[in-house]
């Protein structure tokens, strides 16, 4: 068997963490983790892991034993041991007697869990694919998706209507069966979980003819979704009770709707900047213009001044994407590109002519059009 770690280190917390933080902590590694929401190689073997320090550290006197005595006091190998209270009423250092210490090592603890007590259902997750524009503006819309839900024939007994599920007749309702056992002690008894009413105390002598006993059916639901205007991609959005139906009447679990966002051709994203390039003519650069801008908002007016550069760039405030936890919109980011044209007619040949003679240049070899547009540039 592996050696436990230490819970600390398995939360990423430091010793003198708070019990919030210790909280925190375990919140975002369990949700990280999750088998329904991870399907990586190991992650729910983390997941257990993430569980059981937080087992030990998120109950105050387990984590006061762990940090006294380490592992074993956290087990209950200490408990409150000698400290006045661990001899009392036949007690031996946190155990509750001789039967408390056998179930702790062999195995009878787990199997007395009241296997009728409520249970939520378990988490789903739902991807949905939007629009660059969709994400930006949101949007409301109807999504359908198969899930467990409670059979309404039985109400989620399992049992035939009319008929109830009755007491378990191999174990008493107990949900657990006494089992002897060869150990290095000597034969002891055991308790294990009841291989006929798997731990439920309860047996189903005749089921129900939709679920066949199981107490769920699959079935497709729909739901109204509400994207919020500036989701990115990768984000996930909670509704809560929209999973699959619940256990011995637990609620339903939830559902998880992680966002994928597709490119634009045109722009390009970073949170609620958005970046946008616009090419303009020399012309426009060096004797300045007043242009149409396209935003995600519709086309807006740009001012370009008198001597712009290639690769200036220009802000449009407001023009961006709503801010997702904040009140108003990013900005958009303009940078200009100066094109030069490669088909110049007559007239245009000319007059860029004159405008290098009247610049001070004599002479137009091959690369004079590629040393006028560096020129744009420097």
């Known amino acids: 068997m592996a050696e436990q770690r230490d819970p600390y280190d398995v939360l990423g917390v430091s010793k003198d963490a708070s019990a919030d933080e210790i909280k925190k902590a375990y919140r975002k590694l369990s949700k990280k983790y999750h088998p329904d929401l991870n399907h990586e190689p190991g992650a729910e073997e983390k997941f257990k892991e993430v569980n059981e320090a937080f087992d030990i550290l998120g109950d105050p006197q387990k984590k006061a034993q762990y940090d006294q005595f380490g592992a074993a006091g956290a087990q209950g190998g200490f408990g409150q041991g000698f400290g006045g209270q661990g001899f009392g009423g036949g007690d031996f250092g946190g155990f509750g007697g001789f039967s408390d210490i056998f179930d702790s090592f062999f195995g009878g603890g787990g199997a007395s ?96 003819t939709t679920c066949h006993g199981a107490g769920h059916v699959k079935k497709k639901h729909a739901v109204q979704v509400k994207v919020p205007a500036g989701v990115e991609n990768g984000n996930q959005m909670r509704l809560q009770g929209q999973g699959e139906a619940g256990f011995n009447g637990g609620p339903y679990g939830d559902l998880f709707i992680v966002f994928v966002v597709d490119q634009s051709k045109e722009f390009r994203r970073d949170g609620a900047e958005i970046y946008f390039n616009q090419d303009i003519s020399f012309v426009q650069a060096a004797l300045g213009d007043e242009i149409e801008v396209k935003t995600v908002h519709g086309n807006v007016k740009l001012k370009i001044p008198a001597g712009t550069q290639t690769g200036t760039t220009f802000r449009l405030k407001g023009k961006g994407a709503p801010k997702l936890r904040g009140s108003g919109n990013g900005d958009e980011q303009v940078t200009v590109n100066i094109v030069t044209p490669k088909n110049l007619n007559e007239k245009q040949r000319l007059a860029l002519k004159a405008f290098a003679e009247a610049s001070g240049k004599k002479s137009f070899g091959e690369g004079f059009f590629e040393k006028l547009k560096k020129q744009f540039k420097d």
């Open 113 to 208: 869990r009241n296997q009728n007590a409520p249970r939520q259902g378990r988490d789903l997750q739902y991807e949905m694919r939007l629009t660059f524009e969709e994400a930006i503006f949101g949007k409301t819309t109807e999504i359908q998706y198969s899930r467990e839900e409670t059979c309404s024939t039985c109400n989620g007994s399992g049992a035939k209507a009319g008929t109830s599920p009755v007491t378990c007749s191999h174990c008493g309702g107990r949900g657990f069966i006494q089992v002897q056992r060869q150990t290095p002690l000597g034969r002891v008894m055991t308790q294990q979980e009841c291989d006929v009413c798997h731990g439920t105390g309860k047996e189903i002598k005749e089921k129900c």
